[in-house]
């Protein structure tokens, strides 16, 4: 899987999709993380999250539940940019395999659609270190659009 193995989003999804997750809201989850959009294609998005102190567990390396968090909000695009609807997606199911600590280095996470159902989408995650490049986590995930 490359991100040039998906094709780049129409100019009205990727004008919409621009914003996220930044769509008028004050605050959420996701924007109290510090989620960063890098890349979203159809069927593929990148997003990252800074490393920061705040999102480590007491032994200094990025807490799980962050990393889980990263894994779904990463879905949201792969998976909503087809929809002209925004907040219609839901995460029926989440699995996600640990590999490898993520100290002092962002996390990058890359989720794709594997397959895509009237009204259920499946996709596969994966997170590694930006620095180091190890794959930290692997993830599936299933969403009712």
Same mark, same amino acid.
């Given at each position: 899987m490359?991100p040039?193995?998906?094709p780049?989003l129409?100019?009205?999804?990727a ?6 997750p930044?769509?008028?809201?004050e605050m959420n989850?996701n924007?109290h993380l510090?989620f960063?959009?890098?890349? #979203?294609?159809? /069927?593929y =998005?990148r997003?990252?999250?800074p *490393?920061?102190w ?6 200094g390396i990025?807490?799980?539940?962050a990393i889980?968090?990263?894994i779904d909000?990463?879905?949201v ?7 002209d609807?925004t ?8 699995d ?5 600590? #993520?100290r002092? /280095?962002? =996390?990058v996470?890359?989720?794709? *659609?594997?397959k ?12 590694h ?5 190890t794959l930290c986590?692997?993830?599936?995930l299933v969403?009712?659009?």
């Open positions: 490359r040039e193995d998906f780049p129409p100019a009205d999804k004008e919409r999709w621009s914003r996220f930044h769509w008028g809201q989850y924007i510090g960063v959009v890098e890349e #979203i294609r159809q /069927e =998005a997003l990252r999250l *490393v920061r705040e999102v480590n567990q007491p032994a990025m807490h799980g539940g889980a968090g990263l909000i990463t879905a695009p792969a998976v909503g940019w087809a929809s609807e907040g219609r997606l839901v995460t029926i199911s989440m996600v395999q640990y590999l490898s600590a #993520i002092d /280095e962002d =996390a996470c890359e989720v794709w *659609v594997t895509r159902g009237k009204s259920i989408v499946f996709c596969a995650a994966e997170v270190g930006v620095t180091s490049g986590a692997r993830g599936s969403y009712k659009v």
